[in-house]
């Protein structure tokens, strides 16, 4: 079966650091890979998704990347954290082509301190 | 552009009563669009999707194509039903989620 996997859970940082979230997906190939950031009074926001290897879409513009270095992981990345990157993030995944389930990780809660 | 509006922020019932939470879209093509909730720590999961025309946990969904709604109903409401909703489209490649409904069921 399918699992999809994020880490890590919780993560702290001060402004000005550097971000890395790592999501990979397990028992499936070549699945749309997607990057949400869930946020108070502003549901889900699709930030990234990817059709394939190095192929990223880019939703939102800020200071966040994203990044598909092998079929089956995800990053999601940032070279100086600001404090309204905090949030909680979710990976997700599906199979490619019409009538597929997204599933999605356990989240990642960041706090930029 | 795909867009999704779910305009309750909270939904506050009495067990028992009907339910109903509102989702509105725009999109140009052909839309795909599912429930998704999320209970009290546990990971956001589908609820239904308008393709399989099912009932999940005595929910139902109805795409009406011309007013562009996909409205999540249930007759009688349940304390466990309590929980946050997203309704959300699905385009070509990309899963398109509204702001989402807190849905509060009272005893």
């Known amino acids: 079966s399918q699992t999809i996997h994020q880490w890590p859970a919780t993560l702290v940082q001060p402004v000005g650091s550097p971000l890395s979230l790592e999501c990979t997906v397990e028992?499936?190939?070549?699945?749309?890979l997607y990057w949400y950031r869930q946020a108070a009074g502003r549901g889900l926001q699709l930030l990234f998704y990817s059709v394939g290897i190095g192929q990223i879409s880019s939703e939102v513009p800020q200071n966040l990347s994203a990044s598909r270095p092998q079929d089956r992981q995800f990053i999601l990345s940032s070279k100086k954290l600001l404090l309204s990157d905090s949030g909680f993030y979710l990976c997700?995944?599906?199979?490619?082509?019409?009538?597929?389930?997204?599933?999605f990780g356990e989240g990642s809660w960041l706090t930029v301190v | 552009a795909q867009r999704v509006t779910q305009p309750e922020k909270l939904l506050s019932v009495f067990k028992g009563a009907p339910v109903e939470l509102k989702c509105n879209y725009s999109?140009?093509?052909?839309?795909?669009l599912f429930w998704y909730v999320q209970y009290s720590r546990q990971r956001l999961q589908l609820l239904l999707r308008?393709?399989s025309r099912e009932s999940i946990k005595g929910f139902t969904a109805d795409l009406n194509k011309g007013e562009t709604s996909f409205h999540l109903k249930k007759p009688f409401a349940q304390e466990e039903d309590s929980a946050m909703y997203y309704c959300?489209?699905?385009?070509?490649?990309?899963?398109?989620f509204g702001t989402g409904t807190r849905l509060l069921v009272s005893p």
């Open positions: 997700a995944w599906s199979v490619q082509g019409r009538g597929h389930t997204i599933y």
């Open positions: 959300a489209l699905r385009g070509f490649q990309k899963l398109v």
């Open positions: 999109y140009s093509g052909s839309p795909e």
């Open positions: 028992g499936t190939s070549n699945p749309n």
């Open positions: 308008h393709i």
